[in-house]
């Protein structure tokens, strides 16, 4: 008989995921205003309780484990659709749900990198948690990781730039980058012409261009967040 395939525990079962679980779900509600810091750093916790394929801290959440936890933290916050949602209201969560998810990927990045920059000063922790390697500098080669940028945000980080680069373009009439000379008044022309729009300006499209709508405003919704938490 051939030897039985080791099998991971759910993340129900490894220890202190359940706590996280208990104290992330009620942050959820500070996301919704656009406040991820304190859900990222919960989030990060759980980097440590899982482990990746070998063994190790799972910082780069790849783990089954890892995706497991945030898809049912963010089922039970809402951000799932029920039988009989309209397409509409399933096309709105799961936009929804991306944006939360890219917002506390971008939250997390600083946390990550600070934690794994704090090993240097604690060899022991670093030995006792990462096994082999001798520095953060080790680390962050191991998974990976740009202290300045995440690289599973890259095709995300050009999403953005295009999307900010298409909003300073209809702001200022010309197809280039935003001076920063100039940085404030697109703010204000962009606020000012978002704010002039109501359902009603979009109650005559077709179902289409609604959809298309639709995505491009969850594009610039992530760029925009980007924004923001850079004039932090």
């Known amino acids: 008989m051939p030897p039985r395939k080791q099998t991971t525990p759910h993340w129900q079962e490894v220890p202190g995921a359940q706590d996280a ?3 992330a779900l ?3 509600a500070a996301v919704r205003a656009r ?3 304190p859900l990222a750093a919960v989030v990060f916790e759980t980097a440590l309780l899982f482990a990746n394929a070998d063994g190790l801290p799972d910082l780069g959440r790849t783990s089954h484990n890892a995706k497991k936890w945030m898809s049912d933290l963010l089922d039970a916050g809402g951000y799932k659709p029920v039988p009989g949602d309209s397409k509409e209201r399933r096309e709105r969560l799961a936009a929804d749900r991306q944006a939360v998810l890219q ?3 971008a939250a997390m990045s600083p946390i990550r990198v600070t934690y794994v920059r704090s090993m240097d000063g604690n060899p022991a922790e670093r030995e006792r948690m990462f096994p082999g390697l001798t520095s953060s500098d080790a680390i962050f080669a191991y998974y990976k990781i740009k202290p300045k940028a995440q690289s ?3 095709l995300e980080d050009y999403h953005r730039k295009a999307a900010l680069q298409s909003i300073g373009a209809a702001a200022l009439g010309a197809e ?3 001076p920063s000379s100039r940085g404030a008044e697109v703010v204000h022309t962009v606020q000012r012409a978002v704010a002039a729009l109501t359902p009603a300006s979009f109650a005559s499209l077709d179902p289409q261009t609604r959809d298309q709508l639709r995505r491009e405003l969850a594009e610039t919704r992530a760029a925009l967040l980007a924004l923001e938490e850079s004039l932090s």
């Open 35 to 37: 406040e991820y810091g």
């Open 176 to 178: 280039t980058d935003v």
């Open 21 to 23: 679980m208990d104290r």
């Open 152 to 154: 599973e945000l890259r």
């Open 26 to 28: 009620p942050l959820l």
């Open 103 to 105: 917002g506390v990927r």
